[in-house]
Structure formats: structure tokens, C-alpha cells
């Protein structure tokens, strides 16, 4: 599987941060923050970007909510 940020994946659904946080009920600092792999956020607000962006990708064909929060999860998904 190609590797991802998770700022791209947020990119590729087509969101801004503070689209994200406001779908999601996260701060958009946090967010950035996490991004970057500063911050870790709750398992909890994971799956709830995951589920904004799963349900922004379902216009296209692409991976599941899964498939999504494992890409979010995976420390690799955090630029070095």
C-alpha cells in the first residue's frame, strides 16, 4: 500500500482543517498539530476523522473507514 500523510488523505477528500474540525467537533489546531505527528488525539477522535473523510471519499471509489483509520493510525502516515 502507498504510503500517505494524513494531511494528504484529509487534501484528497477534498477538506481544510478547519472543515475537518468542523465535521468533526475537533479543534483545527489539534488537528494541524496532529498532522504534523505532534500531538496524539483519542482513539475516539481518530475514528470520527475517519468517518468525515469516509464520507467524503464516497463519491469515488476508495478505501473503507478501515482501511482509512488503519492509514491514520499507522505512525508511518506521520512525515519524518
Not at 487534501?11 to 467537533?25: E, I, K, M, S, Y
Not at 488537528?31 to 504534523?36: F, K, V
Amino acid at each position: 500500500m502507498q504510503k500517505i500523510t494524513r494531511a494528504e488523505l484529509r487534501r484528497r477528500a477534498g477538506l481544510t482543517q478547519v472543515r475537518l474540525a468542523r465535521l468533526t467537533g475537533i479543534n483545527a489546531t489539534q488537528i494541524c498539530l496532529w498532522e504534523r505527528g505532534d500531538i496524539d488525539l483519542l482513539d475516539s477522535d481518530v475514528k470520527k476523522i475517519a468517518r468525515a473523510i469516509e464520507s467524503e471519499l464516497a463519491k469515488f471509489p476508495q478505501p473503507s473507514a478501515a482501511g482509512i483509520l488503519t492509514m491514520l493510525s499507522e505512525p508511518s502516515a506521520v512525515p519524518a
